[in-house]
């Protein structure tokens, strides 16, 4: 009798996982302070906002560079269309966040507003669909008992 089991993989590098985290902790952050920021009026939380985006865009230009050299580097045919796909939301993400980082540079209420909430709430979605991709393999083995 053939049963299936299910193995849950990542699909990157244990080390590459982590540094997606930061992305993902980093832009995530930032959205919730640009939106204190729109309740509150305090500078302070765009200042925290545009660091946090700094912070985040240094670790997702890692990951972009990891991601890129992972396509072509020791994946299977199979592996590589879904490496496509998280190198392009990781491409995305990256690039939202260095618009996002150009926006927040500007003065006063212009550097939040709703362009600068809407692309940390981009940033924050490709860095979800970055890591969900990353993480949602499963190889499916069949065990003869």
Request: glycine residues 8%; positive net charge; aromatic residues 12%.
């Amino acid at each position: 009798m053939a049963r299936t089991m299910h193995d849950a993989r990542s699909f990157i590098h244990p080390l590459h996982a982590m540094l997606l985290a930061f992305p993902l902790a980093l832009y995530s952050s930032a959205l919730l302070s640009d939106i204190t920021y729109l309740n509150t009026a305090v500078v302070q939380w765009t200042n925290f906002s545009s660091w946090l985006i700094a912070g985040a865009d240094v670790f997702a230009g890692l990951v972009l560079a990891w991601a890129l050299i992972g396509l072509f580097v020791g994946r299977t045919s199979k592996a590589r269309g879904r490496g496509l796909i998280y190198l392009a939301l990781v491409a995305l993400m990256f690039v939202t966040g260095l618009v996002n980082a150009f926006q927040h540079a500007r003065d006063g209420w212009d550097s939040v507003g709703t362009l600068g909430v809407t692309l940390s709430a981009l940033s924050t979605l490709f860095a979800l669909a970055a890591a969900w991709i990353a993480f949602s393999g499963y190889v499916h083995k069949e065990v003869r008992s």
